[in-house]
């Protein structure tokens, strides 16, 4: 049995990642303060081996107990997060990932970052390898986050350079599952949302811009894999099947057998025009592939979340 320190652990990819760990038979310390996260994600568990610790990464965790893994994943983590909180997201990926890395360090246990493909900004190399070094605006709307993970990468690789952390960086394509905040602006739980009620459903720009989604549970394998593994350099993890935003609209249509009708909306600013991992990596080194296809990926989140999760508070 290991224990795990989870940040970001009542959150949606958090959430999950404390039952996995769980249910693989790991003591799990989830930390969290709550921002974007929610007790509601957490409730179920009721685990001897489970502990949740109220606290804001962007001041020092002091634990006695020995600790194997830190998953650090504390960050917002959607565009309308970000915007709400752009000094807090700058935060808590700098002086959050120095107290988790430090911690680290002083427990000598592995450290996994939780990076995203935004290192690669509006990428010029499609679809991205990690060898690709991005494209990135530091001083859009968007930057705060971007350039928040572009530092913790580069904190972390300092950290196993220097001081010798034990650590890896996955950085995740677009996610979705259950616990997923309906109103977090990212597309599938606002078209989930918008199809269940038979509203509209708003696509940005004409649709044609794409992004490629993986669900829950193929990305946490994911990052066990990378966690038990020996690499250090980043790795992409995320579905590489590529869709447009329209035609996942449509798919999501389908799933919810919806009336509801598709209509368009201005891009946001600097909103990426492609986003497709190159997987080669995760697959040569950890063997690791997505399995869940859209629609089956699609339906399990609706039956898991139930339609009044996925609905939320009324618009
Ligand atoms: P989320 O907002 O659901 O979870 C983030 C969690 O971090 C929340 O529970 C929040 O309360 C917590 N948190 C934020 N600031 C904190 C602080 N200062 N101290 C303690 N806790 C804090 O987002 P998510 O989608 O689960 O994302 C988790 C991680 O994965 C983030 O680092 C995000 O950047 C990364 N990521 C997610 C995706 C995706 O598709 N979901 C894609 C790329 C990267």
New binding site residues.
């Given amino acids: 049995m290991s224990t795990c320190i989870v ?8 959430s999950h990642l404390c039952d996995h760990l769980l249910a693989k038979g790991h003591r799990v310390i989830c ?7 929610s007790l509601q994600n957490i409730e179920h568990i009721r685990h001897p081996k489970f502990t949740f610790l109220s ?4 001041e020092p965790l002091l634990l006695d107990d020995a600790v194997d893994f830190v998953y650090h ?6 565009p309308i ?1 970000y915007a709400r909180l752009p000094l ?1 997201t700058l935060k ?1 990926g700098s002086y ?1 990932t120095h107290h988790m890395l430090g911690l680290a360090k002083f427990k000598r246990a592995r450290f996994l970052l ?4 935004e290192v690669y900004g509006d990428p010029q190399v499609h679809p991205q390898p990690e060898s690709y070094w991005g494209h990135v605006n530091p001083i859009g709307p968007r930057g705060v986050y971007d350039e928040a ?1 572009r530092y913790a990468e580069a904190l972390t690789m300092a950290y196993h350079r220097q001081q010798g952390v034990n650590s890896c960086i996955v950085r ?4 979705y599952g259950a616990r997923m905040r309906p109103h977090d602006g ?1 597309a599938i739980p606002t078209f989930l949302r918008q199809a269940l009620q038979d509203k509209p459903l708003t696509v940005f720009g004409d649709g044609s811009q794409t992004r490629s989604f993986c669900y829950v549970d193929d990305m946490i394998r994911g990052f066990v894999l990378l966690a038990e593994s020996d690499v250090h350099l980043p790795v992409n993890v995320g579905n590489p099947k590529e869709m447009s935003l329209l035609k996942l609209a449509e798919a999501v249509i389908e799933a919810t057998e919806s009336r509801s009708e598709i209509i368009f909306e201005a891009l946001p600013v600097d909103d990426p025009q492609v986003r497709q991992p190159d997987i080669t990596r995760a697959k040569q080194l950890l063997g690791w592939e997505p399995s869940v296809e859209l629609p089956h990926g699609l339906r399990r989140t609706i039956e898991q979340a139930g339609v009044e999760r996925l609905v939320g508070a009324s618009d």
């Fill in positions: 940040t970001g652990g009542a959150g949606f990819l958090g930390v969290d303060n709550l921002d974007t996260g606290h804001d990464l962007t994943l504390a960050s917002p983590a959607s997060d807090h808590v959050g939780a990076s995203t493909p993970k995740i394509f677009n996610t990212r």
